[in-house]
């Protein structure tokens, strides 16, 4: 029979079988027999709920729960089972007993979300939060006699939204966007000293070079005391080091340095951790974060891993300021070279006016002197000179109006102007350029409703910018030129039928020097600032620029001004005759744009084939987008007996050339829809174009565009502004030499032979002096021919390794010099004198079923390698020891790899194997140049030796060895020339020897 108690406190809860046991007849309850019928019934309810409930009956507030709060009570459990609830929550009694009282008085039940409570259930005193909720419990005759209690937990969500909440406002406070990192770890500091309860106090510290620096800390009182300023050496306070160096520490005894009051409590805090703030360097955080732990929360796994994310947040909002200072820094710096850019453009602009006027102003006074008229010829000359001189001027002016505008100093001096009539003058000035472009120019200026003013000469530049833009890029239909008055705004309207602009281009249509690369247009020229000036000086008069473009269709730029802006300015006019200069310079200039390609004249078309010994009857292409430089170069080359064809591009030039090859070409770079690099690389893939001369000009100067057109096949480069005698003399070496090497064409070079319409020209001539016509064979030449023919034998081979050893001994020495006159150009320098070694060979055997040996080749020109091949796609079967001795200049660099790459070449190297081949004996050769102290010779020797499947290149000079100076030192000699080949170095009192050897196949890695 079961008994009163076990029936009571029976159903399988651990609580409820010590409830079974416990002796209730020494509680204020008595025996369970003696218990009412309604403490049975609210026991039973309280035992069989899985919610934490708890049931105090009596004046003694005894305390009967269920398992579940058995867990919220922690260690005070099982002790509080039938003992006074005062006693066992005594911490937390403040807090409970009004709610109870209330409960019990009223008996009205009440619910308390998230109360805070005082707990001491695991050892120290915690905080602890609970949703409650108390009800009034009556005894069998309705009287209220206890209070039941519902509870839940609720600390982790209130504790864990906290520290939400700290993290949000380190992020917030420490974005690095608009302080330094000194400011944002004082922002970080105080906004972790908001979050007391979670983190007492705070201490931030950056690494700079070998230690540790505070930056902030919470509050100025006892943290500040007693935490260091620096720490450095293994110090082991706090843990800082040991953080510094990657490891989280745990810091206790804090209560015995300072006295913190700490928590939800104000109880002394007694524990800190020193965490590393992470950087991109797993192994060198940025610095350390010492976090106090408060007293009232455990340093459990969630708080550690709280306390990790703090310090993430911290490093995250420190690397960003970092950054936010680098940018501000670079930004500053940035500035300040904008302004010394713009105040160098300035002064330079100004010192350029000077002597513009002094130039203009004679020159201007000579063309309109009418007592002392100058001779057509001089007036032509003297015309050229004052065009191009007032174009200077015109560039000038913008470059200094946009300084002002870059600086802020511009200013508009806005005057009453009849704005129709000045903008339709403008665009007037345009029509004959215009008209003479097969365009149409339509003009719509209708008197405008009210008064304008602004500045005439701003005005000026925006009209004319917009329609010399227009013009350089419309080829068919018209250009429109519109003035409109709105409601709001007065517009402005250029529109085109041109090329267009494609969308991709558009935000940065208006930047400057920004040019669209690829674009269609009459004319390379240009400073890339005619746009962006038109923005910013519409921006000065109170307006704004817009355009609307389709590919193909053509463009409509738009000034638009509110007529707000347009009021005010001075009472006084101006006439728009006083104005009108910028756009005349800047018509002038697009005139030059537009002449016609000069046609040969129908009696000097079709040439012999051969170019005259004496120069006469040379036919030479000139390409130049630049209508002055075409005339000039005109009068240049006549003046020397040759014909002259000019074009303005380079797919004129190459229309030009397939209709009548010339016996030359002279090219610009910089050139509309085919530029001169593009012709040139053109003309050497064409089989019938390939030996074609080519002379390149232009104003790239520098060592790296030289070898980019040397590369591409130029036979020369010459650099802006030139002197005529230079110019000249480069031509007539140019010609020598395919003059030369149409006499003694290779038939086994690899190039078919050209056409009798073509001049073939080798891709190393040999400049002569201009002075003393064609230059004679020297007596190596002369050696060279009277070599006897090698058969493909190895006995013919020796034979004629003899009969070329037989040439004279002072051959080499009496070569006469192919260099050029005092008046000669800057770069490429050619040899001073080319030897001839003996061709000496260890020759295959002739294959069976092929011929032994092609036919008879003839003479090679001076200076030449001499070769043996076998034909038919074999091996090599023999070996070039050819010698050269070059001016110790670096402009001689240049006829050096003309010549290695010949005889190269001629043996069919892999171009990869050449080029190689090519750099490590640049680097060899200027190396030379750079090192040699004072020569015994003023010479470089190079010499190539190819035998084996092996190719060695020999540099070497006259003069002491001697280092670089810190300016020349480019660093990358010796690292260029080992991984291009095998290096080795001979240095003596007498000179130093440069080696290099490289495999014939390309398996250098």
Not at 474 to 490: D, M, N, Q
Not at 926 to 932: G, L, P, Y
Request: glycine share 8%; proline share 7%.
């Amino acid at each position: 029979m079961t008994s009163p108690t076990e029936e009571l406190f029976g159903g399988g809860s651990a609580t409820g079988r010590l409830m079974a046991r416990l002796d209730w007849a020494a509680t204020p309850l008595g025996p369970v027999q003696s218990w009412p019928q309604s403490l049975r019934a609210a026991v039973r309810i309280v035992l069989s709920s899985r919610y934490p409930m708890l049931l105090l009956w009596g004046e003694q507030f005894t305390q009967l729960y269920n398992d579940a709060y058995s867990a919220l009570i922690g260690d005070k459990h099982p002790g509080a089972l039938g003992d006074d609830v005062r006693t066992t929550l005594a911490e937390g009694w403040d807090v409970l007993a009004p709610l109870i009282r209330d409960a019990m008085a009223t008996g009205v039940a009440s619910w308390v979300p998230a109360l805070q409570l005082l707990l001491d259930r695991s050892g120290y005193r915690e905080e602890a939060y609970f949703s409650v909720s108390h009800a009034p419990a009556r005894d069998d005759d309705g009287r209220t006699v206890g209070v039941f209690t519902v509870c839940s937990e609720v600390t982790e969500q209130v504790v864990g939204e906290r520290r939400l909440g700290l993290l949000r406002d380190l992020s917030v406070r420490g974005d690095g966007r608009t302080v330094d990192v000194a400011n944002t770890c004082a922002r970080l500091v105080e906004a972790i000293g908001g979050h007391r309860l979670d983190v007492p106090f705070a201490a931030i510290y950056l690494r700079e070079g070998a230690a540790l620096h505070r930056m902030a800390c919470t509050g100025d009182g006892p943290v500040a005391a007693v935490l260091p300023d620096v720490v450095a050496d293994d110090d082991p306070a706090w843990g800082l080091w040991a953080a510094g160096g990657g490891a989280t520490t745990e810091v206790h005894g804090v209560a015995q340095l300072m006295t913190l009051p700490a928590g939800a409590f104000d109880d002394p805090a007694a524990t800190a951790v020193a965490l590393p703030l992470p950087s991109a360097e797993a192994d060198q955080p940025l610095g350390v974060l010492v976090a106090g732990v408060s007293p009232s929360r455990a340093l459990d796994e969630a708080y550690r891993s709280f306390f990790h994310l703090l310090a993430q947040q911290v490093a995250v909002a420190v690397r960003n300021a970092r950054a936010y200072e680098e940018e501000r820094r670079r930004a500053e710096a940035l500035a300040e070279l904008d302004r010394v850019k713009t105040s160098f453009f300035t002064n330079v602009s100004h010192e350029f006016r000077t002597p513009l006027t002094l130039m203009l102003g004679p020159l201007t006074d000579a063309l309109a002197d009418e007592r002392h008229p100058l001779p057509p010829e001089q007036r032509e000359r003297v015309d050229t000179a004052r065009r191009n001189a007032t174009r200077l001027l015109t560039l000038v002016n913008s470059l200094l109006t946009f300084s002002s505008l870059e600086a802020g100093r511009a200013r508009s001096r806005a005057r009453q102007v009849d704005l129709p009539e000045l903008t339709a003058e403008l665009a007037g000035v345009f029509r004959s350029a215009v008209e003479r472009a097969g365009l149409r120019l339509d003009v719509d200026c209708p008197p405008l409703p009210r008064p304008v003013a602004l500045d005439p000469a701003n005005w000026e530049r925006i009209v004319t910018n917009l329609l010399s833009n227009a013009l350089k890029h419309t080829f068919v239909g018209r250009i429109s030129v519109g003035l409109h008055a709105h409601p709001t705004e007065l517009r402005l309207t250029v529109a085109d039928t041109g090329i267009g602009i494609a969308e991709e281009e558009m935000p940065r249509l208006f930047e400057r020097f920004h040019r669209v690369d690829g674009a269609r247009s009459r004319s390379h020229e240009g400073t890339g600032i005619g746009l962006a000036l038109v923005g910013e000086l519409a921006r000065l008069e109170g307006g704004d620029v817009r355009v609307e473009s389709q590919l193909g269709r053509g463009s409509t730029f738009t000034v638009a001004l509110p007529w707000s802006a347009l009021h005010g300015g001075t009472a006084d006019t101006v006439a728009v005759s006083d104005l009108g200069d910028t756009a005349r310079a800047v018509t002038q200039e697009a005139s030059g744009w537009l002449v016609d390609p000069v046609r040969p004249e129908p009696g000097e078309e079709g040439s012999s084939g051969t170019l005259p010994d004496d120069g006469r009857g040379v036919r030479i292409l000139v390409a130049d987008d630049n209508a002055d430089m075409r005339a000039y170069l005109a009068r240049l080359l006549t003046a020397q007996g040759w014909r002259v064809d000019m074009v303005g591009n380079g797919r004129q030039a190459l229309d030009a050339i397939r209709r009548d090859p010339p016996d030359l070409v002279l090219t610009d770079v910089m050139m509309p829809e085919v530029d001169g690099f593009a012709l040139v690389r053109t003309l050497r893939e064409q089989p019938d174009t390939r030996a074609l001369p080519v002379v390149v000009l232009s104003a790239r100067a520098g060592a790296d565009a030289a070898v980019e057109g040397l590369d591409l096949g130029a036979d020369d480069y010459v650099v802006k502004p030139f002197t005529a005698a230079d110019l000249v003399a480069r031509i007539r070496a140019t010609l020598e030499g395919a003059r030369r090497r149409l006499r003694t064409p290779d038939a086994e070079d690899g190039r078919p032979e050209p056409p009798p319409s073509t001049r073939p020209a080798a891709a190393a001539p040999s400049p002569a002096p201009p002075a003393t016509g064609p230059v004679e064979a020297s007596s190596a030449e002369a050696a060279t021919e009277s070599t006897p023919s090698l058969a493909g034998t190895a006995g013919a081979a020796l034979a004629g390794a003899a009969s070329a050893s037989a040439a004279p001994a002072g051959a080499a020495d009496s070569t006469p010099s192919l260099a050029g006159t005092a008046g000669a150009a800057p770069n490429p320098a050619p040899a001073v004198a080319r030897t001839m070694d003996a061709v000496s060979s260890e020759v295959a055997a002739a294959v069976p079923g092929h011929p032994e040996a092609g036919p008879r080749r003839p003479a090679a020109p001076a200076g030449a390698p001499a070769t043996l091949r076998v034909p038919n796609g074999h091996a090599p079967a023999s070996v070039v020891d050819a010698g050269w001795s070059y001016p110790s200049e670096a402009r001689a660099a240049s006829a050096m790899r003309r010549d290695v790459r010949s005889s190269l070449e001629a043996l069919h190297v892999d171009p990869d194997v050449v080029q190689d081949l090519l750099v490590a004996a640049s680097e060899a050769f200027n190396n030379a140049v750079e090192h040699a102290q004072q020569p015994s010779r003023p010479e470089v020797r190079v010499r190539l030796q190819v035998g084996a499947g092996t190719a060695r290149l020999t540099v070497r000079d006259f003069g002491t060895w001697r280092d670089r100076r810190s300016a020349m030192d480019r660093g990358r000699g010796a690292t260029l020339m080992n991984a291009f080949g095998d290096v080795r170095l001979m240095s003596t009192a007498s000179g130093t020897t440069v080696t290099i050897e490289r495999r014939l196949t390309d398996d250098q890695g």
